[in-house]
């Protein structure tokens, strides 16, 4: 019996630069697929900046087509008003692959590390050079498309009992 891979967008979602990286899992191997970054222009308007990522975003669900997605939580930090542009930016990136019919699901930033590292508080460095133990292929060029592919990877990690909860709330 074959089975088939299933392939996994992650997103960490940012207003100037929102990372996304895919992957294809089989049984427990993963493989990269690709990774990278969509810009928004800091001189646009707000308005703007979010059509910037949905258009990005969408590109690459269109040419990746995931099956499933997975987007880094929000943190609320001192600054309100930067934290509200952070969560109007991670909507886009929860609304374009749910508007493609995908799954979207949520992991904080501290159980991504903690899946890819082992570590909660692990830095940026660290998460780098699990992405190259995991993901030899994988060759991010920003910190963002890093934390994206381990947002990804997280997922790969625990879709199984996501999808198990799914299926209990919809019988429930």
């Known amino acids: 019996m074959s089975q088939t891979p299933i392939r996994i967008l992650g997103v960490d979602p940012g207003l100037r630069r929102t990372g996304w990286g895919v992957i294809e899992v089989l049984a427990n191997r993963l ?8 810009f928004s222009d800091d ?3 707000l308005a703007h900046r979010l059509l910037e990522l949905h258009k990005g975003l969408t590109e690459v669900v269109t ?15 001192k600054d309100a008003t930067a934290t509200l542009k ?40 660290q ?19 890093a934390d994206a592919l381990a947002v990804a990877i997280t997922h790969a990690h625990h879709r199984t009992s996501h999808n198990l909860a799914a299926v209990l709330k919809r019988s429930s």
Do not use: W
């Open 31 to 38: 493989t990269f697929i690709a990774c990278g970054t969509v």
């Open 127 to 145: 998460i780098h050079l699990m992405i190259k133990v995991l993901l030899p292929k994988a060759d991010p060029k920003s910190d963002d498309a």
């Open 63 to 77: 040419r990746f087509e995931p099956d499933e997605a997975a987007v880094e939580k929000t943190f609320v930090n």
């Open 86 to 125: 952070l969560g109007q930016a991670r909507g886009i990136a929860m609304l374009v692959p749910a508007q493609a019919g995908l799954a979207v699901n949520e992991y904080a930033p501290n159980l991504v590390k903690k899946t890819v590292v082992g570590s909660g508080h692990a830095d940026k460095q």
């Open 43 to 45: 001189n646009e308007e």
